[in-house]
């Protein structure tokens, strides 16, 4: 199976940066896209920006001009930089996976907070 662990995230000033990191540990071999997604409280989560293994990187609408995901696939790592970030960013941001090592093909981490304000 998979585990994803994250990095990063916390108390950023309106129009700071921040990067988020997650990496995949256990059958790693076994992901195929990987991303991130993120929710608040009441909402639904929504994908933020995911990435496939040749380094193809999709972005939600409210991202592409601000947020950048790499990977590097020997680390089983993705790494998130958001820039310009507004208060509307502040939310949960999960790191997500799929493939067959994931339960029931998916694969979630815990959350890390990340709060704009100021």
């Known amino acids: 199976q998979v585990q994803l662990v994250e990095s990063g995230g916390g108390l950023v000033q309106t129009g700071g940066s921040l990067t988020l990191s997650c990496r995949a540990h256990?059958?790693?071999?076994?992901?195929?896209?990987m991303g991130w997604y993120r929710q608040v409280p009441g909402k639904q989560r929504e994908m933020v920006a995911t990435i496939n293994r040749r380094g193809i990187a999709t972005y939600a609408d409210f991202g592409k001009e601000r947020f950048s995901l790499s990977r590097e696939n020997t680390k089983a790592t993705i790494t998130l930089r958001m820039e310009n970030l507004e208060p509307q960013d502040t939310a949960i941001y999960y790191c997500h996976a799929e493939g067959p090592a994931c339960p029931q093909t998916t694969c979630w981490g815990q959350g890390t907070q990340v709060t704009a304000s100021g």
């Open positions: 256990g059958l790693t071999l076994g992901i195929n896209d």
